[in-house]
């Protein structure tokens, strides 16, 4: 991916209006091209998006020995061969789902080695999970150096219960009882769309998983996985980022290739803030504001609930409703750092412990923010596109590890915004 320049311009206060598409998963995806280490035979991944994180993954699988190609949203992974079960330590510092490579190598190899996992910097992304779903199957886990090593002769099933239902834990854990020999019950199993998705991709392979979508899943191992061909659900991240934008500006936005089941919560807030929603049954939601929106409270949680992800979009949003709404964050201790450049809009959020309060409606006046991880990135450009003024956000290399086309979208929706 060539470079682009590291800050996007935005001359706020026009109402988003229009109808766009939305890219893959950006995490969907990055579990998929980690499971292509789990088969010799080739995997082909569609509708993948042209996002950093995406790049990096490629990156890791090919220091390990696979043989990697990207052309026009498809990937394609040959890991005929497994050169090394040691995962490089500067490639997992820069990418959160790197730590996914453990499960397909303990898998295959009966070994694996990987550091604990870098990405942004919004809280605990404890590991403990992933280790104690690797031990439950017979693993030995222990320390070398800044690398987690498991390894294990043979895999086998197990009852295996999970202290927090994390969603890259569920997905690690899946991946290693996929060829584990007899079953595997993952208890307490993250519930996510992307999850599940990883779930049918490994049965197209040839696994044998009953239960995704819930919270308790059943792998029955098998001796060894095939080749697929594979297409990466929409982003729902995504989505929710364009209709929170266009609840934030009082415009009328349509995605147009969501899944609307997994925009439930979203849907379910923006109705609470007096934003008009429409489901279509060929896939796609219509977010349509009905004039000033209304507070509201919301708790970041495990899927179903409300994701943490949309958290800081939220608020942003948020900022233009009348009255005092409330965001209380479950998953991330650190999540709320973008509050700070937000106030620098104008915008009046204070910050007790791990609940947000956001007081509205507020004029927001342009000046220079920085994101400083993804979604605060988004919450940013969410509160620019509302703001009076030009809004400089900086550090939109964030940006670009989530959001493959944010700008084009935007403008597709009446937006004034430019790289510069």
């Known amino acids: 991916m060539s470079q682009r320049p590291d800050r996007l311009l935005i001359r706020g206060g026009r109402p988003l209006r229009g109808a766009v598409a939305v890219s893959g998963s950006k995490n969907a995806a990055l579990y998929a091209l980690a499971a292509g280490l789990l088969t010799a035979e080739?995997?082909?991944?569609?509708?993948?998006?042209?996002?950093?994180?995406?790049?990096?993954?490629?990156?890791?699988?090919?220091?390990?020995?696979?043989?990697?190609?990207?052309?026009?949203?498809?990937?394609?992974?040959?890991?005929?061969?497994?050169?090394?079960?040691?995962?490089p330590v500067d490639l997992v510092l820069a990418l959160r789902a790197s730590f996914l490579v453990m499960g397909p190598l303990l898998a295959r190899a009966g070994e694996a080695a990987c550091a604990s996992p870098g990405g942004d910097v919004i809280g605990?992304?404890?590991?403990?999970?992933?280790?104690?779903?690797?031990?439950?199957?017979?693993?030995?886990?222990?320390?070398?150096?800044?690398?987690?090593?498991?390894?294990?002769?043979?895999?086998r099933g197990a009852r295996v219960f999970l202290d927090y239902p994390s969603v890259l834990g569920t997905v690690n854990v899946m991946f290693a009882a996929a060829l584990a020999e007899g079953t595997t019950t993952i208890i307490n199993a993250a519930a996510e769309p992307e999850v599940a998705m990883?779930?049918?991709?490994?049965?197209?392979?040839?696994?044998?998983?009953?239960?995704?979508?819930?919270?308790?899943?059943?792998?029955?191992?098998?001796?060894?996985?095939?080749?697929?061909?594979?297409?990466?659900?929409?982003?729902r991240l995504?989505?929710?980022?364009?209709?929170?934008?266009?609840?934030?500006?009082?415009?009328?936005?349509?995605?147009?290739?969501?899944?609307?089941?997994?925009?439930?919560?979203?849907?379910?807030?923006?109705?609470e803030m007096g934003v008009t929603i429409e489901r279509s049954e060929e896939g796609g939601v219509r977010a349509a504001s009905r004039g000033r929106l209304e507070p509201m409270q919301a708790q970041a949680v495990?899927?179903?609930?409300?994701?943490?992800?949309?958290h800081a979009?939220?608020?942003?949003?948020?900022?233009?409703?009348?009255?005092?709404?409330?965001?209380?964050?479950?998953?991330?201790?650190?999540?709320?750092?973008?509050?700070g450049e937000l106030r620098k809009l104008g915008a009046r959020i204070t910050v007790g412990g791990q609940s947000v309060i956001v007081e509205g409606a507020t004029p927001l006046v342009g000046a220079a923010v920085r994101a400083l991880d993804i979604r605060a990135g988004?919450?940013?450009?969410?509160?620019?596109?509302?703001?009076?003024?030009?809004?400089?956000v900086h550090g939109t290399s964030h940006l670009?590890?989530?959001?493959?086309?944010?700008?084009?979208?935007?403008?597709?929706?009446?937006?004034?915004?430019?790289?510069?």
Not at 46 to 67: F, K, T
Not at 130 to 151: E, I, K, N, P
Not at 302 to 310: A, H
Not at 321 to 336: C, K, L, P, Q, W
């Open 42 to 87: 080739p995997v082909s991944v569609r509708n993948v998006p042209e996002i950093a994180d995406v790049d990096e993954m490629g990156e890791l699988l090919a220091a390990l020995g696979a043989r990697v190609r990207c052309t026009d949203g498809v990937v394609c992974i040959e890991a005929a061969e497994i050169a090394t079960t040691s995962a």
């Open 302 to 310: 495990p899927y179903p609930g409300f994701p943490t992800d949309l």
């Open 313 to 339: 979009p939220l608020a942003a949003a948020l900022t233009q409703a009348g009255g005092v709404s409330i965001i209380h964050e479950r998953v991330y201790d650190n999540r709320t750092l973008y509050v």
């Open 378 to 392: 988004a919450a940013c450009v969410i509160a620019g596109l509302a703001a009076e003024g030009e809004t400089q």
């Open 124 to 155: 605990a992304r404890p590991i403990d999970v992933h280790l104690a779903g690797f031990r439950a199957l017979g693993a030995t886990v222990s320390r070398r150096g800044a690398d987690w090593v498991a390894s294990a002769p043979r895999l």
């Open 198 to 235: 990883v779930a049918e991709m490994l049965g197209a392979m040839g696994a044998r998983i009953n239960g995704h979508g819930g919270n308790t899943l059943t792998v029955e191992g098998v001796p060894r996985l095939h080749g697929c061909d594979f297409t990466v659900i929409p982003d």
């Open 400 to 420: 670009d590890r989530g959001y493959a086309h944010l700008e084009a979208q935007l403008r597709a929706l009446g937006a004034d915004v430019e790289r510069g």
């Open 238 to 271: 995504e989505a929710g980022t364009l209709l929170l934008a266009g609840a934030a500006t009082g415009g009328d936005v349509r995605v147009t290739n969501a899944v609307p089941g997994h925009l439930d919560s979203l849907c379910a807030k923006l109705g």
